[in-house]
């Protein structure tokens, strides 16, 4: 059996100084496979639309994936690794889609990989969970730069609309069926 490489990578909420995570991630572990990870551990309902945006770590080379493909894979198919070697090294999972909330993981470091170790884990974490559904802000932990680059994230991408109202009309037929 080959070993995986592991990532570490650090998550952090814009609205927040003092909440963050650090996970150490597997190469091989999708973005679905993430994104279940990520529900589990904040939380969070798994009824809910959601999105990647990948950047480099100079802001560059933005892409977006989603259960559809919007011309970059989807979510189901592009791994963390795959990432990593694309230097897509910032991650938002766009938990919020309408509101534009998101988580941003990233890249640190690569790890050594421990055999009795089981991945993706929660290896660090300051602050309590966020809220996924609250639309409270506290404006007194708001900066600026977290703000403009939350906005800029989402300047020019036609996709978003692609996000909504079809697939969202689908996800609430599919809630009222459970």
Do not use: C, W
Not at 39 to 68: C, H, R, V, W
Not at 70 to 96: A, P, Q, R, S
Not at 120 to 128: C, I, K, Q, S
Not at 149 to 159: C, H, L, T, V, Y
């Amino acid at each position: 059996m080959a070993v995986s490489k592991i990532y570490k990578f650090k998550a952090t909420i814009p609205e927040s100084k003092k909440f963050f995570r650090e996970y150490e991630i597997q190469d091989d572990l999708t973005l679905y496979q993430l994104h279940k990870f990520l529900i589990a551990d904040l939380e969070f309902a798994p009824d809910q639309m959601i999105a990647f945006k990948t950047f480099s770590k100079d802001g560059k080379n933005q892409k977006s994936y989603g259960l559809k493909d919007y011309g970059f894979g989807t979510i189901d198919g592009v791994t963390i690794g795959k990432l990593i070697e694309n230097k897509e090294e910032i991650i938002l999972y766009v938990y919020d889609i309408k509101k534009a909330k998101f988580y941003q993981l990233t890249f640190i470091e690569e790890v050594e990989f421990a055999p009795r170790g089981s991945y993706p884990r929660l290896v660090g974490e300051l602050g309590r969970l966020p809220s996924q559904f609250s639309s409270n802000k506290d404006m007194d932990s708001l900066e600026i730069e977290h703000i403009e680059e939350r906005d800029s994230a989402f300047e020019g991408d036609e996709s978003d609309d692609d996000f909504s109202d079809d697939q969202g009309e689908d996800l609430e037929e599919d809630s009222d069926e459970e």
